[in-house]
């Protein structure tokens, strides 16, 4: 019993530290994004955000963005590396030198500056 105890705890500790759980949740909130950008379903592109991004971007979460920004959330090249420090993450791409920022809020992996 003692043995599956610790098991148990050791296995929640690693699942916290970054793991792949992380980076398969991450590559699934950039997938959704890009789908909701390209599907111009705003609502759900923007939710897909920190509430800080949106501030940052408001008039890209307005009824109406305009299309360059929809061009440029729509392309995205895929991803080549993802670096996970608690519940912050670093997201690189293969075609470009920028990156994508994530922060985990409430469990969710949500998109906080690229």
């Known amino acids: 019993m003692r043995r599956v105890m610790l098991t148990t705890v050791a296995a929640f500790a690693l699942a916290g530290c970054g793991s792949g759980e992380d980076e398969k949740q991450i590559r699934a909130t950039l997938d959704a994004s890009a789908r909701a950008w390209q599907q111009q379903d705003y609502e759900r592109a923007c939710a897909l955000l920190t509430e800080a991004r949106r501030r940052d971007y408001s008039d890209v979460c307005d009824p109406s963005p305009n299309e360059a920004v929809l061009t440029l959330f729509a392309k995205e090249s895929p991803i080549s590396d993802i670096d996970v420090d608690g519940d912050a993450a670093v997201v690189r791409?293969?075609?470009d030198d920028d990156t994508?920022?994530?922060r985990k809020v409430d469990g969710r992996w949500l998109i906080d500056a690229g």
Request: aromatic letters at 0%.
């Open 93 to 95: 791409r293969e075609d």
């Open 100 to 102: 994508t920022r994530m």
